[in-house]
């Protein structure tokens, strides 16, 4: 049974950081094209960071510089770290993965997503 499973999210100060991991069951994780993704309440998903299964990343300008996605194959898990965090990070976090070469932009084109954690940036 294909799982992904988020966990990390919580409270944090703006400036603070989380690491978020994503663990995989069911697959090896090697093989696909990974991202992390958000959705605040009343605001369409976004897409955050982006992993190929060649280690290529992207990031949107919007946390370019902050947020680090990053893999540990023997552990089957993705990371996200973000650092500096703003209360417009705040927003429920997803990561999916697809089964597609290179960097994948498109939601539409992932296959699997986890459940989701909650990070929330506040005073």
């Known amino acids: 049974q294909v799982q992904l499973v988020e966990s990390g999210g919580g409270l944090v100060q703006p400036g603070g950081s989380l690491r978020l991991s994503c663990t995989a069951s069911?697959?090896?994780?090697?093989?696909?094209?990974i991202g992390w993704f958000r959705q605040a309440p009343g605001k369409e998903r976004e897409g955050v960071s982006y992993?190929?299964?060649?280690?290529?990343?992207y990031y949107p300008d919007s946390v370019k510089g902050r947020f680090t996605i990053s893999r540990d194959n023997a552990k089957n898990t993705v990371y996200l770290q973000m650092n500096s965090l703003e209360p417009e990070d705040t927003a429920v976090y997803y990561c999916?993965?697809?089964?597609?070469?290179?960097?994948?932009?498109?939601?539409?084109?992932?296959?699997?997503w986890g459940q989701g954690t909650q990070v929330t940036v506040s005073s």
């Open positions: 992993i190929s299964s060649s280690d290529n990343t």
């Open positions: 999916a993965i697809a089964a597609r070469p290179g960097i994948v932009v498109d939601p539409h084109h992932y296959d699997y």
């Open positions: 069911g697959f090896i994780l090697d093989y696909y094209a």
